[in-house]
């Protein structure tokens, strides 16, 4: 009896595994076949396989690289500098800031600490208005333009990104002997020497986590690059290049759908070689934690 419940039991959760996972993958199957037909095929039947193809692929991936509108290597090109720009720093900021926070225990740190924690519950919608008035006025005072330029929106995705970052880095911190570093202090390591030679070579699990963690949504970030980047301005991440392509190219749906199909790639590759990094910091870090 027992053993027809737990089948039974098993075989609801493989029936909802499989219901919830055709709802997420639907809308990149429907991108992926219709990428595959000629606009004709697209909008009389968007769901079915009826001209389908290879070539057409390839012919409607060829179309779009080399369509002056999308400027697909530009828009490339910026988005690699700006989420590896904006990881380096993440990684390499995140980690010292939870390390200095885990460490000194004070009641500052602790301010800190829940500070960084309270703004992650905070919706950008909340800030990107007043976001954009204060990166504009920023940059009038310092004389470097903080809006439609590179160093701006990485320093928007460093605001961002660092409550993440530092909260599970903290939690992995927490789980290493404070013995490794009062060896490291007693043979003459300064705090930096310890913090480089000592604790960031053990983050390397959790940091490569929270690395692609924060690079697939900075990379599929839409939202902060339309608004500190703008659509007519020369730097353009592939999500907003994507946009402004669909105004120039409203009818042909198989070279706007072959376009996020290119933005989506390199990320989902990404994704499919780093699954069992991601899951393996994700464990260490609870078990450390």
Same mark, same amino acid.
């Given at each position: 009896?027992? /053993?027809?419940?737990?089948? =039974?039991?098993? &075989?609801?959760?493989? %029936? ?22 000629? /606009? ?17 692929? $390839? ?13 697909? #290597? =530009?828009?490339?090109?910026? =988005?690699? $500098? ?8 993440? &990684? ?6 939870? #390390?200095? $926070? +885990?460490?000194?225990? *004070? ?22 208005? !007043? ?13 470097? @333009?903080?809006?439609?330029? %590179? !160093? ?24 290493? @002997? ?10 003459? +390591?300064?705090?930096?020497? *310890? ?5 960031? @070579? ?14 697939? #949504?900075? #990379? ?45 790639? @390199?990320? %989902? ?17 609870? %078990?450390?934690?």
């Amino acid at each position: 009896m027992k /053993t027809r419940e737990k089948t =039974s039991t098993i &075989a609801v959760k493989l %029936v909802i595994a499989i219901v919830i996972a055709i709802y997420v993958l639907f809308p990149f199957f429907l991108v992926v076949i219709n990428s595959c037909k000629p /606009t004709d095929m697209i909008t009389a039947n968007p769901i079915g396989f009826e001209g389908v193809s290879i070539p057409q692929l $390839i012919s409607n991936l060829k179309d779009v690289i080399n369509n002056t509108h999308f400027l697909f #290597w =530009s828009a490339f090109e910026y =988005s690699v $500098i700006i989420t590896v720009l904006s990881l380096v720093l993440l &990684a390499l900021f995140g980690a010292m800031a939870a #390390w200095v $926070i +885990c460490r000194n225990k *004070t009641k500052w740190s602790t301010v800190i600490y829940f500070t960084f924690i309270a703004s992650m519950i905070i919706p950008f919608q909340v800030v990107m208005l !007043p976001l954009i008035s204060t990166f504009r006025d920023v940059g009038k005072f310092i004389g470097i @333009p903080m809006l439609q330029s %590179v !160093p701006g929106i990485i320093f928007a995705y460093l605001g961002f990104g660092g409550a993440m970052t530092v909260f599970i880095l903290n939690g992995f911190i927490k789980g290493i @002997p404070m013995d490794l570093e009062e060896a490291a202090s007693i043979d003459g +390591c300064s705090p930096e020497q *310890t913090f480089f030679r000592i604790i960031f @070579p053990l983050l390397k699990p959790v940091i490569t986590t929270v690395t692609i963690l924060n690079g697939m #949504w900075i #990379w599929n970030d839409y939202l902060l690059p339309s608004m500190m980047l703008g659509q007519n301005g020369k730097v353009k991440t592939l999500p907003v290049a994507v946009q402004a392509f669909v105004g120039s190219y409203v009818k042909q749906w198989n070279l706007i759908l072959a376009a996020a199909l290119l933005a989506i790639i @390199p990320i %989902v590759i990404l994704f499919l070689f780093a699954q069992k990094q991601i899951m393996e910091g994700m464990i260490e870090g609870a %078990v450390k934690g």
